[in-house]
C-alpha cells in the first residue's frame, strides 16, 4: 500500500483494469462517475470491485486483490421488455470449505423488475422477474449484530418505487450454491438448450416476500431495518414482523410495519418450484419431439407476486422538502437520510425519532463507518485483529462533493473529527458484507473507500484517528 495523505491509504490504481473501465464509461468525460446511469458495489474485503453502465449495458467486475487479468466485461442478454442494469450488489456465498475460503455472486438488477445473479468469472447464475418496475436499489444486510437476541437472518432487499421485497439468507444461500454446483455442467448443454439459458424457466424460482410500502406515497429509498414486536393483539401469532423505513417526494420519511407470511411463503416455494421443474421439463421435451416447430416469439412475462400484509406507522412530511438517500447503520438502530434542501436527518429506527440535523450538504452521500478513537499510537502498529468491536467508535461519513470533502461525525450527537479534501469525480463506496469472523478477537471493522473515477485510484479511509 502506498500513503496517500494522513488520513486516506492507496489500495489499488486500477489501471490494468482501464479496458473494462471504460466499457463502462471511464475516460469518456471528467467526472463519468457522477453519472446518476453508473453504478458500483464494492466487494466484500474490497477484492473486487463492480461498475454497471445503464446507458451502455455493460457490466464490469474489476479485482482490486492482485488478482489475474484486468477484470471481465459483461453485457447480459436482456431482452427489450427486461430492461437495462440499475443497480448493482455483492452477495456472499456460505461454501463451508477450509478457513479463508470466499465466495461470493454478484447481484444485477433492471429498470424492468428484472432480477439476475452473475459469478465473479461471467457466469449467470439465476434469472428472475421480481415485480414490473424499476430496481432503485439492491442491499444485502448481516443481521449478526447481536448475538443474545433475536435480530433476523441475513437478507437482501430489492427497493422499488412504493415497494420493497426480501430474500431470507438461507433461501439465498441454498440457491446461489446450488447454481454454482450447476455452472459447469451447464456449459454443456446441447445448442437448442443453450438458446434458452438465459430464460427464467431454466431456473427454479427464489421464495421471497414482497410488500407494498406506498401508503405515504411513492419513495426514492428504502431500507428493512430489522425485526420490531407484533401487534397487540398478534403476541401469539407465529409471524415475523419487520420495520421498514422509506423516503421519498411526498412524505420525507415514512415507517411501515412488514408482516411476513409464513405459511403463503413455504407453500409458494413449493409450488413454484414444482411448477418450474415441470414446465422446464415438458419444454426440454417439446423441443426435442418437434425441434422442427417455430418457438413462439415472445413468452409471457411471469405474473407478480401478491403483497404480504403491510401497516403503515407514521410518517413526515414537510413540503417542498423530498427524501432522497437512506443509509443505515450496521445494527440498523440508526438511519442517515439525505434530502432535496440539502439537509442529513439522522433517525432512531426504532423509537422513530430524529435525533440529530445538518444542514449544508447538498447533494451528499453517506456512510457509516467504525474508527479508533484516542488510541496509543503504539498500539496501532500491531495488525487490527488485535482489538474488539468496543475498541471501536460508530461515525458517520458525508462524502460532500459540492464542497469537495468528506467529513466523519461521531455518532450520536459527538463533534465532527475528521475532514478530508477529496477531488470531483469521486464516490464513496463500503463493502456489502464483512465476512466476520467466529473468533471474536478477529473483529473486522465497517470501513469507507473512496474511489476516484477519473485516476482509477481507489483508497481507505484509516481507522486511526488522533
Known amino acids: ?4 495523505g494522513h488520513h486516506l491509504t492507496e489500495v489499488a490504481l486500477l489501471a490494468s483494469a482501464s479496458g473494462c473501465l471504460a466499457a463502462a464509461g471511464a475516460g469518456e468525460r471528467e467526472g463519468w462517475l457522477d ?25 464490469a467486475i474489476i479485482p482490486i486483490d492482485g488478482g489475474s487479468g484486468g477484470g471481465v466485461m459483461i453485457k447480459p442478454a436482456l431482452g427489450p421488455d427486461e430492461g437495462r442494469i440499475s443497480a448493482v450488489e455483492w452477495v456472499p456465498l456460505d461454501v463451508g470449505g477450509a478457513e479463508g475460503e470466499e465466495e461470493v ?5 433492471t429498470d424492468a423488475g428484472w432480477l439476475l445473479f452473475y459469478s465473479p468469472a461471467g457466469d449467470l447464475l439465476h434469472k428472475q422477474s421480481i415485480y414490473p418496475a424499476k430496481i432503485m436499489k439492491l442491499n444485502f444486510s448481516e443481521r449478526k449484530e447481536n448475538a443474545w437476541e433475536d435480530s433476523g437472518s441475513d437478507e437482501l432487499s430489492v427497493v422499488f418505487p412504493g415497494v420493497i421485497a ?15 454446483q450447476e455452472v459447469k455442467p451447464r456449459m454443456w448443454k446441447d445448442k437448442f438448450e443453450q438458446e434458452d439459458a438465459d430464460d427464467e424457466s431454466s431456473f427454479e424460482r427464489m421464495p421471497l416476500q414482497i410488500w407494498d410500502v406506498s401508503k405515504f406515497g411513492s419513495c426514492a429509498d428504502a431500507a428493512i431495518v430489522g425485526l420490531m414486536p407484533p401487534p397487540l393483539l398478534e403476541l401469539q401469532s407465529s409471524q415475523r414482523h419487520y ?7 411526498d412524505a420525507v420519511v415514512s415507517a411501515y410495519r412488514l408482516s411476513e407470511d409464513r405459511g403463503r411463503s413455504l407453500v409458494g416455494a413449493i409450488l413454484s418450484r414444482g411448477v418450474a421443474a415441470t414446465f422446464s421439463t415438458i419444454s426440454s421435451l417439446s423441443k426435442i419431439l418437434w425441434r422442427s416447430e417455430p ?3 415472445k413468452k409471457p412475462r411471469p405474473k407478480p407476486q401478491s403483497f404480504a400484509k403491510t401497516s403503515p ?17 450496521p445494527s440498523g438502530t440508526l438511519a442517515a437520510i ?12 426504532r423509537a422513530l425519532v430524529a435525533v440529530r440535523l445538518w444542514k449544508g450538504y447538498r447533494d451528499a452521500s453517506c456512510l457509516f463507518v467504525e474508527m479508533l478513537l484516542n488510541k496509543d499510537k503504539a498500539s496501532s502498529s500491531s495488525t487490527h485483529l488485535e482489538y474488539t468491536k468496543s475498541d471501536y467508535c460508530l461515525c458517520l461519513a458525508i462524502h460532500a462533493p459540492r464542497k469537495g470533502i468528506i467529513e466523519v461525525w461521531q455518532m450520536r450527537t459527538g463533534p465532527r473529527i475528521l475532514a478530508i479534501p477529496c477531488p470531483k469525480g469521486s464516490r464513496i463506496l463500503q463493502p456489502s458484507t464483512r465476512f466476520s469472523s467466529s473468533v471474536f478477537t478477529s473483529y473486522t471493522p465497517l470501513e469507507v473507500y473512496l474511489f476516484n473515477g477519473d485516476s482509477g485510484q481507489l483508497s481507505v479511509l484509516n481507522r486511526h484517528i488522533g
Open 313 to 329: 406507522l407514521t410518517c413526515l412530511k414537510d413540503s417542498p422538502r423530498k427524501g432522497e438517500r437512506l443509509t443505515l447503520s
Open 105 to 109: 455472486a454478484l447481484a444485477v438488477g
Open 1 to 4: 500500500m502506498a500513503p496517500r
Open 166 to 180: 426480501r430474500c431470507d439468507g438461507a433461501d439465498l444461500q441454498i440457491m446461489l450454491q446450488k447454481s454454482f
Open 338 to 349: 439525505t434530502d432535496s434542501l440539502g439537509r442529513i436527518l439522522l433517525l432512531d429506527t
Open 35 to 59: 453519472d446518476p446511469s453508473v453504478v458500483a458495489s464494492l466487494g466484500p474485503r474490497a477484492h473486487d470491485l463492480a461498475v454497471a453502465s445503464a446507458a451502455r449495458s455493460v457490466l
Open 243 to 249: 420495520c421498514a423505513i422509506t423516503v421519498g417526494e
Open 295 to 297: 418457438s413462439p416469439t
